[in-house]
Each structure stands twice: as structure tokens, then as C-alpha cells.
């Protein structure tokens, strides 16, 4: 069944989907959908070929886009896919709970662990709700003394990014906003435990490092991480945001996993299911279970002392560089 909420990219996928929704709805159509009838197999085997191909070829502002696809997989459907004996834990005992930011124990599989992730909301009340997955400073605060709790029972911590950035409302800024992030960040990167990071589907600015400090991150393979939205770099560099500006800024921004993974900022790149998480959101969650299992066991055996220091070492090389001596012209050599 075609997907809500089209992208122009897609336009050769939409017309195939039409037609397979044309022959499924017919009176006469085959009943056994384990038996579809060979027209139908083939238009589904197009359908897929043609995913594949739009996928691959994504510019940087497309990929921007179906990162904010409304039927993307957000952190609670996660926790409904990967977990088991979730207990939601509320509440930054200073101000509130901040609904943005979601924290609780579970188990992934055999593994205790406490889960912080956005949350951006999916229907218009829940959005405005959770405002848009941008958190505010109680929600910093909550899931930073969620994770001392972590460290005092020795859990690991996986956190799932998802927002545009943080709260920048007043209300916020009065609460400490900046203070909230910063002291989230020193105090994230002291913590005695394991930490991993999955950067789901928006990772923008301080907001989403605010979760990020981690011993391992990873990026959903059409996810995007950035020091600032495209939007927002378009309209300070050019004063205008618009769809030609906002391609150029999503391109000089180098915020695909891709473009993460070799800059050194990510770990690995998770892929998705052949047209986007959206499509498949489970097959996209065994994609991360599958990352966690690979990850988890060899930071739980390390002693738990050494982690800040190669936490330390790991956002150290960031932005690392050598500087070369010009070329002499060959005009004046």
C-alpha cells in the first residue's frame, strides 16, 4: 500500500505502488497472499528494485527529509520493538518532566540497561506535547540523574537521538538551557559505564550531543547529524532558507552517516530496509539490536575506570587535521 506523505524522489516507486494497490483491491484478486498472482510479483519485484536504486543515489537534503518522515520510527516504537520490562522513569526532581526526553530500564535480549532517547511525538497534540523531540533543560537533568543511577548499578546506557535540536523557547533559556547541556556534557563524559548512541533520525546541534557523549555511536543509514539544520545554516549564511539554499547547506554541512563515518565522528552506519526505516520500522529495529549485540559485550568486560579516559581520547580526535606546506609556484620557484 502506498505510504502517506510522498517524496518527489519516490515518484517512480508511488506509480508502482499504485498499481499493485489497484490489483490487491480488485473483487477478482487472488485471496492467498502467500500465492500472489505473477503480475503482482513482478510489480513487487520492481517496486523493491526501484527503492534500491532511489535510496543509493540520495542527495543530502533528500536524506534530510526522509530522516523527518512522519512514519519514521521514533524512540518509543524502539522500545516496543527491541525491549523487554520497560519501566519509565520521570522527572528531573528540580522543575519537571520534560516529555521530549524519554528514560527507563529495560532488557535488549539478555541485557540490563537503561534506555534515554527523544521523543518527537506522532500526532499533532502528541507533538506539541513532546515540542517537536526539542527537550528542555529538566530534560537534560532527568536523564542525567537517570544515568548516576545507571553507573551506581553498573548498566549500560544506550541513548536513541532524534531532534532538530534543543528547546530555544524563553521558558528554557530562563531554566538554564546552555548551563543544562554543558553540565550534561561534562558529567556524560566522567561516567563510569558504557555508553552507545543511535542517532535515529535528526541528530541537530547541541541538542543531540547533549545524549551523544558516548563510548560507541552509530548512525540509521538515512539519519543525519550536524552542528546545525540545514534550515538554519541557510538562513544565517545566505539570510534566506528556501529549497535551493537549503540543499546547498545541507551538502556543505556533511551531515549523511556516510559523510559522519569517514570524518570520524560516528562509529558505524546501521543500515535501513530498501526504502527507508519508515517502510519496515521492524526490520530497521533488528538492524539496531543487531549493532547493540555486536557492540555491548566488549566495553561491558572492560573495567569500568578506563572508560572516561578513552571516552576522552575518542572526542579528543575529532576535528584532528594536519597542516602541509604550500606548494611552491612554479612561476616564481
Known sequence: M??????EFEAPVDAIEA???????????????????????????????????????LSPWDTVRV???????????????ICKDFVELHGDRCFGDDPAIVTGFARIGSTKC??????????????????FGCAHPEGYRKALAKMKLAEKFGLPIITFVDTPGAYPGLGAEERGQAEAIAVYLREMSRLNTPIFSIVIGEGGSGGALGIAVADKVAMLQHAWYSVISPEGCAAILWKTANEQTNQAAAVALNLTASDNKRLGIIDDVIPEPPGG??????AAAEAIEKWLAKVLP??????????????YTRFRKLGEFRETPPTPDPQTA
Open 2 to 7: 502506498a505510504i502517506p506523505y510522498p517524496l
Open 19 to 57: 498499481q499493485i494497490a489497484e490489483i490487491e483491491s480488485a473483487p477478482d484478486a487472488d485471496a492467498d497472499a502467500a500465492a500472489p498472482t505473477p503480475n503482482l510479483t513482478k510489480l513487487r519485484a520492481k517496486r523493491d528494485r526501484e527503492l534500491q536504486k532511489v535510496y543509493k543515489e
Open 67 to 81: 530522516a523527518r518522515h512522519p512514519k519514521r520510527p521514533m524512540f518509543r516504537d524502539y522500545i516496543e520493538l
Open 114 to 131: 537503561l534506555l534515554v532517547g527523544h521523543h518527537k511525538g506522532r500526532d499533532t497534540q502528541e507533538k506539541l506535547a513532546c515540542h
Open 277 to 282: 526505516a519508515h517502510r519496515d520500522p521492524r
Open 298 to 311: 566488549p566495553l561491558k568486560r572492560s573495567k569500568r575506570e578506563n572508560l572516561p579516559a578513552r571516552r
